[in-house]
């Protein structure tokens, strides 16, 4: 796998293995740790979940997208500062 990494000019970067993988890796490309990219999907879905939650007209489940993210915040509290998206 490095060895097709390096010839097509990808990198591999090592990623904490804690579950939050995904998030680290967002976060790497913008320059945000893990907790940001979850801080800023919340504010970002806060305001367009309508939009594009399509399966969820009424926004029942923002409440635990919202929670899911959080775990120690809760997503209101991280809205303060300039959204990346």
């Known amino acids: 796998m490095q060895s097709w ?18 998030y680290h890796a ?3 490309l913008v320059g945000l740790q893990q907790q940001e990219v979850r801080e800023q999907l919340v504010c970002y879905a806060q305001r367009t979940w309508k939009e594009w939650a399509i399966w969820d007209p009424e926004g029942l489940e923002l409440p635990a997208f919202v929670l899911e ?9 991280w809205c303060k500062s300039k959204p990346l998206l």
Do not use: H, R, W, Y
């Open 26 to 28: 967002l976060g790497t």
């Open 69 to 77: 993210q959080a775990l120690m915040e809760v997503g209101e509290a």
């Open 5 to 22: 990494a390096c010839n097509n000019s990808f990198v591999i970067l090592k990623q904490p293995s804690d579950g939050n993988c995904l």
